[in-house]
């Protein structure tokens, strides 16, 4: 809920190494040149937000309620849209951003992709972006299953209407490619 898209932080705790290879990984750590600061402030803000009484809390807890109801709503959408798509299945949005459904191609469709000398499920993913703009991430760049077809999606894009293009995509591809 607290972040920034491009900002990284970060934090670890070494406990129980041996005290020669915590210096090791401190003295690594320290000579890093550029010191990441935005996003230590974010971690910062992270594990220790605003507290009820502080003056800066009603907006935290505005904005942070804000955020989390936005992408909450975004990602049911998504995955109720999911749901109604022909030989799609997709397990519930459980807390990350991102939402990773199977889907079942046509015959037709991965003969396509095979005569592009595309992965199948890189030949949708394709073809969704260019009919709709919308982008995805194919499965078989996250060492899917023999035979089997992902694409990752994220919901941080505002707004739902985008859902309705996936949807409409999706059913003139297998309409399309349907055996």
């Known amino acids: 809920m607290v972040g920034e898209c491009g900002h990284r932080g970060g934090y670890f705790e070494l406990v ?12 690594f ?32 807890k505005e904005e942070y309620d804000g955020i989390y109801n936005g992408l909450q709503k975004r990602a049911t959408a998504l995955f109720e849209a999911f749901k109604q798509m022909e030989g799609v299945e997709c397990q519930s949005p459980q807390g990350s951003m991102y939402l990773f459904p199977t889907i079942t191609l046509p015959r037709k469709a991965i003969e396509a992709a095979k005569k592009e ?47 309705g293009r996936i949807t409409k995509f999706h059913k003139e591809f297998m309409d399309e490619y349907r055996d």
């Open 117 to 163: 000398d595309k992965q199948p499920d890189d030949f949708y993913a394709f073809k969704l972006l260019d009919a709709t703009g919308v982008c995805v991430v194919a499965g078989s760049g996250f060492g899917q299953k023999e035979g089997t077809f992902h694409f990752r999606t994220t919901f941080l894009a505002p707004g739902t209407e985008w859902v």
């Open 16 to 27: 129980g190494f041996d005290p020669e290879v915590a210096a090791q990984v401190y003295k």
């Open 29 to 60: 750590i320290s000579i890093q040149l550029c010191a990441p600061v935005i996003g230590q402030c974010m971690v910062e803000l992270m594990v220790n937000p605003p507290k009820e009484g502080d003056p800066s809390y009603p907006q935290y």
